[in-house]
Each structure stands twice: as C-alpha cells, then as structure tokens.
Nanobody
Framework: QVQLAQSGGGLVQAGGSLNLSCSASKDTFSQHGVGWFRQVPGQEREFVAGISRGGTKTTYGEFVAGRFTVSREYAKATVYLQMGALKPEDTAVYYC???????????????????WGQGTQVTVSS
C-alpha cells in the first residue's frame, strides 16, 4: 500500500505564495510519477501539475500560466508544489497523487493515478 503524506497549504492573500509538500517512502517515490490536483466543492478534480519519475519532465494545467513550479527531492522522497501569484480562484483542496509510470512520462488524467494524499486546503483571500 502506497501512502502519500501532504503538508503545507493554508490561508494567503491574493498575490501571495504557498508551498505544498507530498512525501512517500523512497522505494515508492523512485517508481512513480507524481501529480497535483485540486478540487472545489461541486466540481471535478482538476489537474494542476505533474512531474515524471526521474524529474526530467513537468507539465502544468493551462490556468497555471507560469505561476506554479513542481519539483522533487529524491533524498527526502518529497515532491513540492510552489505556488506564486495566487488568485482567489486558486482556492481549493489540493491533492497529490502517484502513478506508476515509465521514465519521462507525466500523467495528466485522474485515471492514471493510483494513490492519493489526504488533501490540504488552500484559501486565497481577495
């Protein structure tokens, strides 16, 4: 059973920054691509960003528009989502997820991800 542990998030004013973290065991971490999704009540979970197993490729949702950066630190078996220039419409519960992928591939759909973190609330005030 793969377990992902999230941290970070919280309340920030519009234009501010927040960082999210997603950790797993090192064995798990090295074999999986990791993605970030977000969900607003009543809406479908939306792809935010993803990073490949080897960290060589990243992909972002169109709405990110250069404001977020996804990265991974193998020594700590952790993936980060650095969010900047936050807008009120970024308010959501953010989830990390892991997918068993071939090197160099980033998964962008919900169905590709098998394991999920517990979610963390991000609230951006206007």
């Amino acid at each position: 059973q793969v377990q992902l542990a999230q941290s970070g998030g919280g309340l920030v004013q519009a234009g501010g920054s927040l960082n999210l973290s997603c950790s797993a065991s090192k064995d798990t971490f090295s074999q999986h691509g990791v993605g970030w999704f977000r969900q607003v009540p009543g809406q479908e979970r939306e792809f935010v960003a993803g990073i490949s197993r080897g960290g060589t490729k990243t992909t972002y949702g169109e709405f990110v528009a250069g404001r977020f950066t996804v990265s991974r630190e193998y020594a700590k078996a952790t993936v980060y989502l650095q969010m900047g220039a936050l807008k009120p419409e970024d308010t959501a519960v953010y989830y990390c997820a892991a997918a068993p992928l071939l090197p160099g591939k980033v998964a962008v759909t919900l169905e590709e991800y098998q394991y999920w973190g517990q979610g963390t609330q991000v609230t951006v005030s206007s």
